[in-house]
């Protein structure tokens, strides 16, 4: 298994999130959690797109 050191940067870089509409508690959650990470690590709010399908 390969180790990595350092802190993940997310600058710079655009994300798409796909996510269910089905069991909107547990999803919605999970939506909330993904972004909040990326946004911490750097990411831009506008390089983050959610498609709900």
Avoid: C
Wanted: glycine letters at 12%.
């Amino acid at each position: 298994m390969a180790d990595h050191e350092g802190k993940p940067d997310a600058g710079g870089m655009s994300f798409a999130i796909v996510a269910s509409r089905f069991n909107d508690f547990v999803v919605d959650n999970l939506i909330q959690g993904a972004t909040g990470r990326l946004i911490e690590l750097g990411a831009a709010k506008d390089a983050i797109k959610l498609y709900q399908v």
